[in-house]
């Protein structure tokens, strides 16, 4: 299994950045795709999850400002996030849960997000 994420990056506060995850080498069928991150400092925690029936789970803290959303075809998740803010600086991993009741994680992209 290989997750592929990109789009990663500087931002200024209030700006926006889009973020992709691609699945591939994935034998079972993709139930649950999503975004961790991870500070400095802190644990990883849950951004947002999204259901292949489209059902979604976001973090308080980025309700309303981020949307998650895939392409099953594709096996890809995308995470786009606008009114950053300096807290949402951390690295964002992406993660795939497959009806195998197995796992995965992707290698993570930087997210910096300047005031």
């Known amino acids: 299994v290989q997750l592929q994420a990109s789009g990663g990056g500087l931002v200024q506060a209030g700006g926006s950045l889009r973020l992709s995850c691609a699945a591939s080498?994935?034998?079972?069928?993709?139930?649950?795709m999503g975004w961790y991150r991870q500070a400095p400092g802190k644990q990883r925690g849950l951004v947002a999850t999204?259901?292949?029936?489209?059902?979604?789970n976001y973090a308080d803290s980025v309700k309303g400002r981020f949307t998650i959303s895939r392409d099953n075809a594709k096996n890809t998740v995308y995470l786009q996030m606008n009114t950053l803010e300096p807290e949402d600086t951390a690295v964002y991993y992406c993660?795939?849960?497959?009806?195998?009741?197995?796992?995965?994680w992707g290698q993570g992209t930087q997210v910096t997000v300047s005031s």
């Open positions: 999204i259901h292949r029936n489209g059902n979604t």
């Open positions: 993660n795939v849960a497959t009806m195998a009741a197995s796992a995965y």
């Open positions: 080498r994935i034998t079972f069928s993709i139930v649950v």
